[in-house]
């Protein structure tokens, strides 16, 4: 019973946010080169507080608590993926050590300033891209810099604060390839927990049949789907959008694709190969 009006007395200090709609709007993404033409789509939600993160995630673990006294006495214990976290030894605020431990009404081990108190906290980061097609063709880059250099991936990177996903991919599209790409739309979301990395693929075309390797690849070339070099692919996540593109192809059409990358444990991770797939197909 106190575990039920502990849930709803978190439950009270929670607001649900309003949504309000937003369309589409021009924007230009500022780079070393003449920047290319992009999009803008976001619905825009208020950011929730640190004292709702903090309600929320207290209401996760009252609930976990109850289910688990009604299933069996055993103690509860929290479901985390094993992705690889950093050790912050100092604070990032006041340059302070830090010590390890878990925030009252969090799960997680955190590194808390033992000066100044605050916590830092560990997110994942948001990789973007694009699937560029052309005369049944797709533009691939062959990376100048590590990790994998001189492996062959699709233009992508990671997002930049102050841009949408799609800026991002066609940013560093243009960055990579020297190519001004028009998105055509969602194409496939793609976690990996191990590492902390969600990469967010988009179906795009070129304005111009124009590019070139900017400072991070060494070539550029266009592949036809039999020739796409399968053993020289920079990621597993590259190698996946690629088998998912291959195969709407084979079906006719395009499709949104959600899947969770699980890299084999003990698994090297140059060897983009040794991985499983959780797949889901949104039509």
């Known amino acids: 019973m106190s575990v039920m009006l502990k849930a709803i007395q978190a439950l009270a200090c929670w607001r649900r946010p309003c949504a309000t709609a937003s369309g589409f709007s021009a924007a230009s993404v500022p780079v070393t080169r003449s920047p290319p033409r992009c999009f803008t789509a976001s619905a825009q939600f208020p950011a929730p507080s640190v004292r709702t993160r903090r309600c929320l995630r207290a209401i996760?673990?009252?609930a976990t608590r109850s289910e688990s006294n009604s299933e069996s006495s055993t103690p509860p214990v929290?479901?985390?993926?094993?992705?690889?976290?950093?050790?912050?030894?100092?604070?990032q605020w006041c340059g302070g050590p830090t010590k390890h431990e878990i925030p009252d009404g969090e799960e997680r081990m955190r590194a808390i300033c033992t000066l100044c108190g605050k916590i830092a906290y560990q997110n994942p980061k948001m990789v973007v891209g694009c699937v560029i097609e052309?005369?049944?063709?797709?533009?691939?880059?062959?990376?100048?810099?590590?990790p994998s250099y001189g492996l062959w991936t699709l233009p992508a990177g990671y997002?930049?604060?102050?841009?949408?996903?799609?800026?991002?991919a066609i940013r560093e599209t243009w960055e990579e390839s020297g190519a001004d790409v028009e998105v055509l739309s969602p194409f496939a979301q793609l976690d990996i927990p191990l590492i902390g990395q969600t990469y967010i693929m988009f179906l795009a075309k070129m304005r111009k049949p124009h590019f070139s390797p900017g400072p991070e690849s060494s070539d550029c070339r266009l592949f036809a789907l039999d020739d796409i070099p399968f053993d020289s692919l920079s990621f597993s996540s590259i190698l996946v959008t690629l088998?998912?593109?291959?195969?709407d192809v084979k079906v006719g059409r395009p499709r949104f694709h959600y899947g969770t990358i699980n890299k084999i444990p003990g698994s090297s991770p140059s060897d983009i190969h040794a991985y499983t797939l959780d797949h889901h197909l949104q039509s």
């Open 159 to 168: 997002m930049e604060i102050g841009e949408s996903a799609a800026e991002g």
């Open 243 to 247: 088998k998912l593109y291959i195969e």
């Open 134 to 146: 052309h005369d049944n063709k797709v533009l691939l880059c062959k990376r100048n810099i590590e």
């Open 60 to 62: 996760r673990v009252y």
């Open 78 to 91: 929290s479901v985390q993926s094993p992705g690889i976290v950093k050790k912050i030894k100092f604070c």
